[in-house]
């Protein structure tokens, strides 16, 4: 065997994967038919959730030097600013990253890419899959490479990370179901001045549509994304001295273009693919699921499709999981790209939609109705815990356990643990939680209870934490809805494998062997 992962496709996913992969010592190649990183910003919002994952791998304090964050968000319509939503710390209490990150996709993947060469792994840039071939116990590939010959690689598992046009989705002959939008967006890296808040996100809706400014990295750096008015539509050349007359329609004839350094038009699909796994390939990102851009979700699914396998794969490969494992990834990914498609393609319909009732509730309802609903903290939660993707949960996936007794409103299996700060001995400060999981381990979190005699399964691969009786931890489990007595056994990515009240001798054992 060549390698035990092989990984196509270094965009941001791919990367991630290959990370995840090294960090657990897992042998892994990385090949890109591209010649180097991608130069274009693309993506631009990165989540909550993301943040999470981005401080195990010790990049967190990097990407928010180099981003920032989103503190508001001011809403134009008809020529005046008719809202402002407040974006700051929406999410505190929630996540150490209250707050959506703008920063763009290719300093994402240049963070991305830094980390995984501390790890010691290159990418294999110039290098095409080609062809597939699968066996019973391993995978035969066909890459061309730089010099344009051909060699074979056999590897134990394939990752597809090979974005919206997947070669491993269309060798293993996984359809990929849905249709594209007919609206035709534009995107530019611009140097603008003109009525635009700076430093918050500003949004101006018009009645056949919109246009959204991103603050970027830089003084008067903005990136414009909006949609191709019907006129030029169709339009090859389509410049975006040709868009500007219709954005200074919008955002006011003060509007001026100092320079733009990227331009670029596309049209959106909103596709799934039909599977997610087939024997010994996977499909990851953009190549299992594309939607909208409404909601900034589209790189953040990706890297948590690849934070989700990750482990998964380790286990497997080391002998210590097993097989079956590896169809989790697919439970749990499938609904989750699932709904994201049901909820993008409905805010994207209303977003774009040509209707007159559409255009009257975009430019007059819709900026009060956000303004207000956002003013209270019940709808602020829910918005943050849907768009950071703080809130996703795998209840019904087969690694998903609760035991009779946890209270209805406790957090279950299959939810991401909640962020919470506690003391973990009776002298020490309260600490971030979060700071103290190792995700390249299961964390059995006890509360009100000691670790139950006779040890627990899993070796040096389970950290225990305990966290004592005391004021302000109650205090701080009583936000969450956790009673004073319960144990949580977290599975490396942070979601609840196993949760109940009083953990007696086996039970922990007893999961292990059933469901991992
Ligand atoms: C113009 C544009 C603007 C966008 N704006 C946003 C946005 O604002 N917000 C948002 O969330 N998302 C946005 N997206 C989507 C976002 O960029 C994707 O969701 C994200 O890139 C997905 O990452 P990925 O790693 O799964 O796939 P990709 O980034 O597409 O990476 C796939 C990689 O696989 C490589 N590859 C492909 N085929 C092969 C092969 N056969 N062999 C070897 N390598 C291969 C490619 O070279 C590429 O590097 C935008 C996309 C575009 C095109």
New binding site residues.
């Given amino acids: 065997m060549d390698t035990d992962v092989l990984v196509?496709?270094?965009?941001?996913?791919?990367l991630m994967l290959a990370n995840q992969l090294a960090r657990r010592g897992v042998r892994a190649l990385i090949?890109?038919?591209?010649a180097g990183p991608?130069l274009?910003t693309?993506?631009?919002?990165v989540q909550a959730r993301t943040l999470e994952i981005y401080a195990h791998l010790g990049i967190v304090e990097r990407a928010l030097e180099l981003g920032k964050r989103a503190t508001g968000a001011n809403m134009w319509a008809r020529g005046r600013r008719a809202a402002w939503l407040p974006l700051g710390d929406i999410g505190r209490g929630q996540s150490p990253y209250p707050f959506l990150l703008i920063l763009g996709?290719d300093d994402n993947e240049q963070l991305l890419g830094e980390a995984l060469r501390d790890q010691g792994v290159t990418v294999a840039w110039s290098?095409?899959?080609v062809g597939l071939a699968q066996r019973p116990d391993r995978v035969i590939a066909r890459l061309k490479q730089p010099d344009g010959a051909t060699r074979e690689v056999s590897a134990a598992w394939v990752a597809g990370?090979?974005?919206?046009?997947?070669?491993v989705r269309d060798l293993n002959g996984i359809a990929f179901h849905g249709a594209p939008y007919e609206h035709v967006f534009f995107?530019a890296d611009t140097q603008m001045t003109g009525p635009m808040v700076p430093d918050e996100l500003n949004v101006y809706l018009w009645r056949e549509g919109f246009h959204l400014f991103f603050p970027m990295r830089g003084t008067d750096h903005w990136r414009v994304?909006g949609i191709v008015p019907p006129a030029l539509r169709g339009r090859e050349d389509l410049t975006l001295d040709a868009l500007m007359p219709s954005i200074r329609q919008e955002a006011g004839s003060g509007l001026s273009l100092q320079g733009c350094s990227w331009f670029?038009t596309?049209r959106i699909h909103h596709r799934r693919a039909e599977r997610f796994r087939d024997r010994r390939c996977f499909l990851?990102?953009?190549?299992a699921h594309i939607h909208s851009?409404v909601g900034?979700?589209?790189?953040?699914t990706?890297l948590q499709d690849a934070y989700n396998l990750g482990w998964k794969l380790a286990l497997v490969i080391a002998g210590d999981g097993r097989e079956a494992l590896l169809d989790s990834y697919e439970s749990e990914r499938i609904p989750v790209a699932q709904r994201l498609l049901a909820t993008t393609d409905r805010a994207f319909s209303l977003v774009v939609s040509d209707s007159g009732v559409a255009g009257l509730f975009r430019t007059r309802l819709a900026p009060r109705l956000f303004a207000l609903a956002l003013r209270l903290p019940r709808v602020q939660r829910i918005a943050f815990r849907t768009i950071s993707q703080t809130g996703i949960a795998y209840p019904n996936s087969p690694l998903s356990e609760t035991l009779p007794g946890l209270p209805a409103a406790a957090p279950r299996a299959g939810d991401r643990f909640p962020w919470l700060r506690l003391k973990l001995s009776p002298d020490g400060p309260a600490e971030d939680l979060f700071g103290k999981i190792d995700d390249t381990r299961f964390t059995l979190i006890l509360i009100g209870q000691p670790a139950p005699p006779g040890g627990l399964p899993l070796g040096d691969r389970l950290r225990v934490l305990v966290v004592p009786g005391d004021p302000p931890n109650d205090r701080e489990l009583e936000r969450a809805r956790i009673p004073r007595t319960a144990f949580y056994l977290l599975r490396p990515d942070g979601h609840v494998g196993l949760a109940g009240v009083r953990l007696e001798g086996a039970a922990v054992a007893r999961y292990v062997s059933e469901r991992i």
């Fill in positions: 196509i496709g270094a965009g941001p996913t791919g090949v890109d038919r591209h991608a274009e693309r993506a631009l919002g996709q290098t095409e899959l990370c090979d974005g919206a046009r997947s070669a995107v994304v670029s596309y990851l990102g953009d190549a851009p900034a979700q589209g790189m953040n990706g």
